[in-house]
């Protein structure tokens, strides 16, 4: 462990993601009764689920918070190598099974792993590490800018093969971000469009599936009892919770919401939160963002910066993507809310990732120039 002033901290950050943990448990509490007494659970089943999580999460990221950076990067190799092995996991019957005709999960005895989760954090790694030591020679695309972005597309491809295109394409996009913040020229960008573009359309339209989703998002209309429904009921309960909402734990909706606990929640905090409670929520959230790219600008060195970035981007965007998804903005894609939906591996790296945001935040010498600015 390195020796660090605790004058260093980001005590504020700390603040938000304590708020942020606060406000998601307890919606989640309330989102989820419903869910465990309509599967004949007890109806605290997944919220007792999720406090577990939640402990081990808090004790990762004190970990994380604490661990030392060189050390870190010593173990980054071992780290995507673990992350690459995981992801073939669900293809293994006596570990993964199929759900919805996607393979995504790994199940030991009550409880399940999400590979993709951690193949988000290790991929953050890997890009900050790599960017950062070829960070001199970053226009050379052949012997710097190829062989991650081949990693890239490894984790990428696997993602896919578990039928989870939207963590594909948002892994994706946090690594092109990454890519763009090391000031990889432009030029290859417009080159990687032109290939990846056209190869995306024409994969979306493989699947009917996917089709349907974008159609129900022009249309819910279009079958408000099947695909349309859960944007339909989501909007619904939405407007249901007013300008102040109807109060925690009086939500109605929440039980003809699909996946109210998961990847729709922001709804039902919507319902009993109200419309200024979203605010305060999203206020929460931009207020991480600010801090998590202050530290990452304060940084002085590159390593630090791509991290700290990639960090917080992948937090922060993921977020927004959520409520745009609750709010009818984009079609249903499946990723949840970070602090706030139902999922172990989904709150675990979470914390994790905000553990060692902190400890950039410790990094940081405030009498000594910083990398930008």
Same mark, same amino acid.
């Given at each position: ?5 605790? #004058? ?26 419903? &869910? ?11 919220? &007792? ?24 990067? =010593? ?12 992801? $073939?996991?669900? %293809?293994?019957?006596?570990?993964? =099974? ?10 030991? +005895? ?5 590979? #993709?989760?951690? !193949?988000? +954090? ?6 900050? /590490?790599?960017? #950062? ?15 991650? $972005? !081949? ?8 993602? $896919? ?26 030029? /290859? ?17 493989? =699947? ?76 929460? /959230?931009? %207020? %991480?963002?600010?801090?998590?790219? =202050? ?6 060195? /590159? ?5 700290? %970035? ?15 998804? !609750? ?11 970070? $602090? ?27 009498? #000594? ?5």
């Amino acid at each position: 462990m390195e020796r660090l002033e605790k #004058s260093q901290i980001d005590y504020f950050l700390i603040a938000i993601i304590i708020l942020l943990i606060g406000v998601g448990i307890t919606i989640l509490f309330s989102a989820s009764y419903y &869910h465990a007494d309509k599967l004949g659970r007890d109806p605290q089943y997944f919220f &007792h689920k999720q406090l577990i999580w939640l402990v081990l999460g808090s004790l990762a990221a004190f970990i994380s918070s604490r661990l030392s950076l060189s050390l870190l990067k =010593k173990l980054i190799p071992l780290i995507i190598l673990f992350a690459l092995g995981i992801s $073939f996991f669900p %293809f293994i019957p006596t570990l993964g =099974k199929s759900i919805n005709n996607a393979r995504r999960w790994i199940f030991f +005895f009550d409880y399940s792993f999400q590979p #993709s989760e951690l !193949v988000k +954090f290790a991929l953050i790694l890997y890009l900050a /590490y790599i960017l #950062s030591k070829k960070q001199k020679k970053i226009d050379n695309a052949l012997n710097t800018i190829l062989p991650p $972005f !081949v990693v890239v597309l490894i984790f990428v491809g696997v993602t $896919f093969l578990q039928n989870d295109l939207s963590t594909a394409a948002f892994i994706m996009f946090i690594a092109l971000s990454m890519f763009f913040i090391a000031k990889v020229p432009l030029v /290859y960008f417009f080159y990687l469009g032109t290939t990846l573009i056209p190869l995306g359309i024409i994969i979306f339209f493989t =699947k009917t599936y996917w089709v349907e989703k974008l159609m129900i998002f022009f249309n819910p209309q279009r079958d408000p009892q099947g695909a349309g429904y859960q944007i339909i009921a989501s909007r619904a309960t939405l407007i249901n919770g007013g300008l102040l909402g109807r109060g925690w734990g009086m939500g109605i909706q929440k039980k003809y919401v699909p996946e109210a606990d998961s990847d729709f929640i922001f709804s039902v905090a919507g319902e009993e939160m109200g419309f200024l409670g979203l605010i305060f929520i999203i206020i929460l /959230y931009l %207020f %991480f963002a600010v801090r998590g790219y =202050k530290i990452a600008l304060k940084s002085k060195d /590159y390593f630090t910066f791509y991290l700290a %970035f990639g960090i917080t981007s992948s937090i922060f965007i993921q977020a927004l993507l959520n409520m745009f998804v !609750v709010t009818g903005l984009m079609p249903a894609t499946g990723i949840p809310l970070p $602090f706030f939906s139902l999922g172990g591996s989904s709150i675990l790296m979470t914390l994790i990732m905000c553990g060692l945001l902190i400890n950039l935040s410790r990094m940081i010498n405030k009498k #000594s120039e910083a990398l930008y600015g």
